[in-house]
């Protein structure tokens, strides 16, 4: 039966399903189900569900860890922005992104997940520290994040018509609810849609305050070729149990007619061939596009096809960067460029969906490896036909020259675009070394001179000693830019010394605004 055409009005499926009006995926900040028992010993501090959607290239929140503080923290939740109206709140710890857990995940690894979920995402969030929570509640601290078993969770479908249509006809509730009859061996079931799974979205365009007549409208607009949204029986009953939304960004990829690609480049002689130039895309947001894939260089023999837009660089999301970074970036994996794009079909059909291709990436590796090994280089960019582009054919590379060492250096810093400074800091509660333990490619830190092994010997004038360690690091979170730091360099004496506190896991400072 072919739904866009011939729908059928059949009755509500009260018996086999339990309606929960708090399942609809933008309600904000929902909180787990009333009806689970094994959630009652909560009581009112219980985790909440925040769906975000960017709104001008950011959520409106930053991301802090903290001195002495378990836990990834949200902080500075801006006026009117996604985060404020969905609910986050200042002081909320971040148990998970997606559905999945990150309780026990490093900061950076939360940043690049949030950052990697593009235009939406899923938080679970827990108001105050986690250890008093757990404790007051009498709970396993370590796992407080409600997740879906593995397997469960919504589907994002594609399906193309054949000669009996879509392959469904739909049963619907009220308003909003809608389940989906497939037939056997129809298009549907072939797509991947479970039988009698909800319809969520079509089109990346929410169905819950549609009418059965203005959904069906909208499955007739959609031609020859639809996407769907749904969640099977089981991930409704489990969401419901656990009062997760079913959110876009929890849904795993079935038959989709385009996924990202992973290039892997190895420079040669002539380097490695292509151009990268920013323009605007499908969505109308700026990208950073390659082009001018030169035959029989490493970037053609990767698969690199003139039109791609790069996703990411090494695993890291460089949505929202400026041309300038994303160049710093390449250049700074030297000689081993490892990249993340989409040709333009693809492109549009995840800005369609308003989804990243990040989450559907069939290796699943979207975090990179590690830190990488930073050199800063001349970025080379040029001007051209009213667009910024970086010609990386045949670009040099070339090193940072260290200072001597023990030599003294004062660095100017302003936040870069993301309101974070591009750095990250070690030290060691039986000594006053301050370390520079990270530095982000590109970011403002990178550019100032920063480098992995320095000391920090001042922050606005204000000397750093035993006693006032801790105040120092406060203050570098506070205080208002530019920042200005006095720097020694120590080399490898300091790159050890950095490596033997992180290994103690002493004090790391970090901020991010996403």
């Given at each position: 039966?072919?739904?866009?055409?011939?729908?059928?009005?059949?009755?509500?499926?009260?018996?086999?399903?339990?309606?929960?009006?708090?399942?609809?995926?933008?309600?904000?900040?929902?909180?787990?189900?009333?009806?689970?028992?094994?959630?009652?010993?909560?009581?009112?501090?219980?985790?909440?569900?925040?769906?975000?959607?960017?709104?001008?290239?950011?959520?409106?929140?930053?991301?802090?860890?903290?001195?002495?503080?378990?836990?990834?923290?949200?902080?500075?939740?801006?006026?009117?922005?996604?985060?404020?109206?969905?609910?986050?709140?200042?002081?909320?710890?971040?148990?998970?992104?997606?559905?999945?857990?990150?309780?026990?995940?490093?900061?950076?690894?939360?940043?690049?997940?949030?950052?990697?979920?593009?235009?939406?995402?899923?938080?679970?969030?827990?108001?105050?520290?986690?250890?008093?929570?757990?404790?007051?509640?009498?709970?396993?601290?370590?796992?407080?994040?409600?997740?879906?078993?593995?397997?469960?969770?919504?589907?994002?479908?594609?399906?193309?018509?054949?000669?009996?249509?879509?392959?469904?006809?739909?049963?619907?509730?009220?308003?909003?609810?809608?389940?989906?009859?497939?037939?056997?061996?129809?298009?549907?079931?072939?797509?991947?849609?479970?039988?009698?799974?909800?319809?969520?979205?079509?089109?990346?365009?929410?169905?819950?305050?549609?009418?059965?007549?203005?959904?069906?409208?909208?499955?007739?607009?959609?031609?020859?070729?639809?996407?769907?949204?749904?969640?099977?029986?089981?991930?409704?009953?489990?969401?419901?149990?656990?009062?997760?939304?079913?959110?876009?960004?929890?849904?795993?990829?079935?038959?989709?007619?385009?996924?990202?690609?992973?290039?892997?480049?190895?420079?040669?002689?002539?380097?490695?061939?292509?151009?990268?130039?920013?323009?605007?895309?499908?969505?109308?947001?700026?990208?950073?596009?390659?082009?001018?894939?030169?035959?029989?260089?490493?970037?053609?023999?990767?698969?690199?096809?003139?039109?791609?837009?790069?996703?990411?660089?090494?695993?890291?999301?460089?949505?929202?960067?400026?041309?300038?970074?994303?160049?710093?970036?390449?250049?700074?994996?030297?000689?081993?460029?490892?990249?993340?794009?989409?040709?333009?079909?693809?492109?549009?059909?995840?800005?369609?969906?308003?989804?990243?291709?990040?989450?559907?990436?069939?290796?699943?590796?979207?975090?990179?490896?590690?830190?990488?090994?930073?050199?800063?280089?001349?970025?080379?960019?040029?001007?051209?036909?009213?667009?910024?582009?970086?010609?990386?054919?045949?670009?040099?590379?070339?090193?940072?020259?260290?200072?001597?060492?023990?030599?003294?250096?004062?660095?100017?810093?302003?936040?870069?675009?993301?309101?974070?400074?591009?750095?990250?800091?070690?030290?060691?509660?039986?000594?006053?070394?301050?370390?520079?333990?990270?530095?982000?490619?590109?970011?403002?830190?990178?550019?100032?001179?920063?480098?992995?092994?320095?000391?920090?010997?001042?922050?606005?004038?204000?000397?750093?000693?035993?006693?006032?360690?801790?105040?120092?690091?406060?203050?570098?979170?506070?205080?208002?830019?530019?920042?200005?730091?006095?720097?020694?360099?120590?080399?490898?004496?300091?790159?050890?010394?950095?490596?033997?506190?992180?290994?103690?896991?002493?004090?790391i400072l970090s901020c991010e605004r996403l």
């Amino acid at each position: 039966m072919e739904a866009a055409t011939d729908l059928q009005d059949t009755a509500t499926l009260s018996l086999k399903f339990k309606f929960n009006p708090k399942l609809g995926i933008d309600n904000p900040a929902l909180s787990l189900a009333d009806d689970h028992d094994h959630l009652d010993s909560w009581g009112p501090q219980r985790p909440r569900f925040c769906l975000l959607s960017k709104e001008g290239g950011k959520f409106g929140f930053y991301l802090h860890k903290e001195l002495g503080q378990v836990g990834h923290i949200v902080r500075r939740v801006e006026p009117g922005t996604p985060a404020q109206r969905q609910g986050l709140q200042d002081g909320d710890r971040i148990l998970g992104v997606n559905g999945d857990s990150v309780e026990n995940e490093d900061y950076y690894g939360v940043v690049r997940r949030i950052q990697a979920s593009g235009p939406r995402v899923l938080l679970i969030v827990l108001a105050g520290p986690v250890e008093e929570v757990a404790r007051a509640c009498q709970v396993d601290g370590s796992n407080l994040c409600p997740v879906l078993d593995s397997g469960v969770r919504p589907r994002l479908c594609h399906v193309e018509k054949d000669d009996g249509g879509f392959g469904f006809s739909i049963t619907h509730g009220e308003r909003g609810f809608f389940w989906l009859m497939l037939s056997c061996g129809g298009a549907a079931e072939r797509a991947g849609v479970p039988q009698g799974a909800r319809l969520l979205e079509v089109n990346g365009i929410s169905v819950e305050s549609f009418s059965h007549s203005q959904l069906s409208r909208k499955l007739q607009q959609s031609g020859e070729q639809v996407t769907l949204l749904v969640a099977g029986p089981e991930v409704e009953e489990q969401c419901r149990q656990l009062g997760l939304p079913l959110a876009a960004p929890l849904a795993e990829g079935w038959a989709l007619p385009a996924r990202p690609r992973r290039l892997n480049l190895e420079k040669g002689p002539k380097g490695f061939g292509f151009l990268l130039r920013e323009e605007k895309g499908p969505n109308g947001q700026l990208g950073q596009f390659l082009w001018e894939v030169d035959p029989g260089l490493p970037a053609d023999q990767a698969g690199m096809q003139a039109g791609d837009r790069l996703v990411a660089v090494a695993g890291d999301s460089v949505e929202g960067l400026g041309h300038e970074e994303v160049v710093t970036r390449i250049q700074a994996q030297g000689c081993h460029l490892s990249l993340i794009v989409v040709d333009p079909d693809a492109d549009s059909f995840y800005s369609m969906v308003r989804l990243s291709p990040l989450l559907f990436l069939e290796d699943a590796g979207f975090q990179a490896d590690g830190p990488a090994s930073f050199q800063k280089l001349p970025s080379g960019s040029q001007v051209e036909d009213q667009a910024l582009a970086t010609n990386l054919a045949s670009s040099v590379s070339t090193s940072l020259v260290p200072p001597a060492l023990n030599s003294f250096r004062q660095c100017f810093l302003n936040p870069g675009p993301n309101g974070s400074y591009g750095f990250r800091l070690s030290c060691g509660t039986d000594k006053p070394d301050i370390i520079i333990s990270q530095v982000t490619p590109g970011g403002s830190a990178f550019q100032a001179g920063l480098q992995m092994g320095d000391a920090i010997l001042e922050v606005n004038g204000q000397s750093v000693n035993r006693e006032n360690v801790l105040e120092v690091l406060q203050q570098l979170t506070d205080a208002k830019p530019p920042l200005r730091l006095r720097l020694s360099a120590q080399g490898r004496r300091g790159i050890e010394a950095c490596n033997s506190l992180e290994s103690r896991k002493d004090w790391i400072l970090s901020c991010e605004r996403l």
